[in-house]
């Protein structure tokens, strides 16, 4: 048995912290609003993320946070992206070296183009960090429904103790040296997700939604290898697999965001009608920043940032990407003749 902190308690956290305590671990959920930390503890539910789901009775509920970080095997910072810094800096003072942390957040960080490891490391640089990520809605995962997913660490050690704390029978999880790669898949398909939610919201079809995918994971594939990233991984569950899931469910934040936007409304309606953070709302300027930084082509992310930010209707967009300059599709494929 293992002890282990969720320092975040929205629906993915919830989610995890169910299936640890599932998996026999002593687990401890922290969040920084009073209002979801009582709503657990009286409720033993997160109504407002994760209706019909109870926790276990196991689950410790705590509002104290050097109390949920005190002699835990891993803290898992299940925050979203824009409160992963200030998470970090909040727990500082409590974190002993070599403590194990494992983000299950996606994003990247304005300003600083920082993945989330990276802002952790940043932060607390005497720690082991690794990343867990791949297709996984909570609303699924929380349920029991079988799922896969990747974790990645500096170490096989590491990545090794982590697979084992969340591994079960319906929850199946790899191993990968590649964190770089993970992060930035799971980070960057949610901008595409807020596309293919575009699409949905214009009605266009199966075809146009197929071909915005199959892009979609180019442009997170040349990125994400110029920042050292490895096309395996590009090729797996937290690329292809991730951007599948969040292009098609109606679980993905990303894609109702997308489609609300599609059918007409404006980023701040959509916004307030989804009621959640949106991350790819989060990370389409940092995505651009980091494709104009290293010089990578991201005609995608380009547009949606169009449509975001700069009042660009989305069919304009569409026929935008439609009619640029015509290209092979891989520059790396040789002719025969």
């Not at 594939?221 to 990233?229: A, D, T, V, W």
């Not at 949606?304 to 520059?331: C, G, P, W």
Request: with cysteine.
């Amino acid at each position: 048995m293992r002890n282990v902190t969720f320092l975040g308690a929205g629906s993915w956290g919830t989610a995890l912290a169910i299936l640890c305590a599932n998996n026999g671990h002593k687990v401890t959920i922290w969040s920084a609003v009073e209002s979801e930390l009582e709503m657990l503890r009286v409720n033993r539910e997160h109504k407002d993320r994760l209706p019909g789901v109870i926790l276990p009775d196991s689950i410790e509920i705590e509002g104290d946070i050097e109390k949920a970080c005190e002699n835990r095997d891993i803290l898992v910072f299940s925050v979203a992206s824009p409160f992963v810094r200030a998470t970090a800096e909040r727990i500082k003072p409590f974190v002993k070296k070599g403590q194990m942390i494992v983000n299950v957040a996606k994003g990247i960080e304005d300003g600083t183009l920082m993945t989330l490891c990276e802002i952790i490391e940043d932060v607390l640089p005497d720690t082991d960090v690794a990343v867990l990520s791949g297709p996984s809605h909570a609303e699924e995962v929380s349920k029991g429904v079988p799922t896969t997913v990747v974790v990645g660490a500096h170490s096989e050690k590491t990545a090794t103790f982590v697979q084992d704390v969340f591994m079960a029978s319906n929850f199946r999880v790899y191993t990968s040296p590649d964190m770089i790669g993970i992060e930035l898949g799971g980070s960057l398909k949610n901008v595409i997700a807020l596309a293919a939610g575009i699409l949905d919201g214009m009605n266009m079809g199966d075809n146009t939604k197929a071909a915005l995918m199959t892009r979609g994971i180019a442009e997170i594939s040349r990125l994400g290898m110029e920042l050292g990233g490895q096309i395996e991984t590009f090729s797996g569950l937290s690329g292809i697999g991730d951007l599948i899931v969040t292009c098609t469910s109606t679980h993905s934040r990303n894609h109702n965001c997308g489609y609300l936007l599609g059918q007409g409304k404006t980023l701040e309606e959509a916004k307030k009608e989804i009621n959640q953070v949106v991350e790819g709302v989060n990370t389409a300027q940092a995505a651009m920043n980091l494709a104009n930084k290293h010089h990578v082509t991201m005609p995608i992310v380009e547009q949606i940032n169009a449509i975001l930010f700069e009042n660009k209707s989305t069919k304009q967009a569409m026929y935008d990407l439609l009619e640029r300059d015509k290209v092979v599709e891989y520059k790396s494929l040789k002719w025969d003749r």
